[in-house]
């Protein structure tokens, strides 16, 4: 192994030097490995290392190399980066080519199908009186002006918390189709698991559910109706057409880039081609980025892998190449609060005094605030800024700027904006974090953590705002040097609080 680990190879994979923990990764022979991968660790890097080191140190066939990630950038990243013939696919996209193979032909619905058919539902809710009562019932269970509520007062006086019943609807039906329930075995399921409710929310949950599943049903009945699928039902018609037709397919490995936001059908599908081809089965994920539990994302599939795959291997590269040693002390003590997840051990070389900056702003001078801390970035030469929001509206709310493609521009400098949770995978020199207010759509946000998903996560995760939290260390990584924090004066973001009470961080 010695000789093996100096190998030349190693030296230069797309002009890097891989580590010693990189190289020990990658010639591991075990036939279901999880690489446990910190922030900033290189792990792209090491898939691109393990995936040249098949082809031209063991001599495999590219055609018997499957490589999976999570989105259609990452893929294409990869893609660019590897510049080799193997298939590097989505799930989603690996599902339709599996589909095509055997013949199994449907048109996929648009991706934004289920929410156009939640908003016309609503608008023709209004003839439908015996429904209207479980909505107006449901709200009342929380809001404090419930005198006289209406279905017209709550859709004008209550828009926000309207807007967030019904992304919690599309959430849930999403975790239905994920976890693979079909409509019938659901309802039982949920008989079963009525109590996981505390009794005096029972009621209001029932409303919820009504409603839900009505919507559930018309989506379903509309989709039948055109010969259509979504996109989750394609993975598990792809599983099921695996099982009754075969795979054409011969994979010997298959590699799996961010494997903790994988989801039960996903998983399913994975299992079956290793049952077809017996393959090798190489992971690589952060537990601590798994930020995707609303579309039916399950960290147990991570935390648990042995469970999952028997006889495995669990590996760890946690040197980060990112981050200052200042920072991730910060990061981690604020992540590891949460035993669910796995401990780790993360470490750097950088040092940098204070790399988590507060700006407090008010509803009055956000814009102000915003605009001074660009000016004060450009004089300092900080330019390489990324721009982090919660949700998609909060750069509207924080500067009146002018944007292209994801792109803030001012005076000379070219900022970029996206949300974090499209952020995942990026870094920047310096990053802004937006609107860290104590809301129902602040950060964190607190529909992520409403008691009805208890249903799809009971007996596991309990930590409060557990994903929320993840999504903090998400955006607080991306950064090479300094984060700093927008955050409400006078209603700050638990998460700033608490950073603040537990470590040394400054004002600016």
Known sequence: MKNELEDSFFDNINGYELDLNQRKIIINKNKNILVVAGAGSGKTLTIIGKIKYLIEKQNVNPKEILCLSFTNETVNSLKKKLDLKIDIYTFHKLSLEILKDNHVYFKITEPDYLEYLIIEYFENLIYQNSLIKYVLDYFKYYLKDNQDLTYERLKTEYFKEFMAYKKL????????????????????YLKRNKYVFSRKKQYKNKCFLVIMFDIYKLY????NSSLEIDFDFMITKATNSIKKKGLIRYYKYIIIDEFQDTSMVRYELIKKIQEECDSQIFCVGDDFQSIYRFSGC?????????????????????KTYRNSLDLIKIAYHFIIKNKYQ??????SLKRLDNPIKIVYFTKNNYSYKMLNLLEKLRI?????????????????NAFKGEVRNSFLVYKDMKIRFLTVHTSKGLEADNVIVLNLSDDVLGFPN???????????FKNKEKYLYAEE???????????????????MKNNSSKFVDEIKKDCEVIEV
């Open 220 to 223: 379903l009945e509309e989709l």
């Open 469 to 487: 939290r993840r999504l903090f260390y998400v955006a607080l990584t991306r950064t090479k040097n300094y984060v700093y924090l927008m955050t």
């Open 446 to 456: 607190k529909l992520e953590d409403d008691e009805v998903l208890k249903l799809f």
């Open 169 to 188: 609807i599309i959430k849930f039906i999403n975790l239905i189709k994920c976890n693979n329930h079909d409509l019938n075995n659901f309802k039982g």
């Open 298 to 318: 399950t960290l147990d599939l991570f935390v648990n892998f042995k469970k999952y795959f028997k006889k495995a291997n669990i590996m760890y590269m946690n």
């Open 380 to 396: 300092e030469d900080k330019k390489n800024i990324l721009i982090l929001g919660r949700c998609n509206h909060d750069l509207n």
């Open 342 to 347: 796995l401990s780790k051990k993360i470490i």
